[in-house]
């Protein structure tokens, strides 16, 4: 156990080739990742609200709260008035 502790803190070798396959696969992944997480907004603040509501799971204090949390956020001011 005491080797294998050892060699996982001395870190890993790898070939030049695989270091830049993995290093491609990593640019790849952030470049999917920037532009999935930087979507406008499909639905207005009214209607995401509305869904919470319409499952009748939440208490109308946080409804409320969630609704002037999105007007408030500076992702749902950026993006509302684009359409998908």
């Given at each position: ?56 799971l ?13 007007r ?5 001011k ?7």
């Amino acid at each position: 156990m005491t080797n294998q502790t050892k060699q996982l803190n001395e870190g890993i070798t790898l070939t030049k080739r695989e270091y830049l396959r993995l290093k491609q696969q990593a640019q790849a992944y952030r470049s999917l990742a920037t532009q999935l997480f930087e979507l406008p907004l499909k639905d207005t603040v009214g209607e995401v609200v509305a869904d919470f509501r319409n499952t009748n799971l939440y208490a109308d204090e946080f409804l409320t709260d969630l609704e002037e949390g999105l007007r408030k956020s500076s992702y749902a001011k950026k993006y509302a008035h684009q359409t998908t």
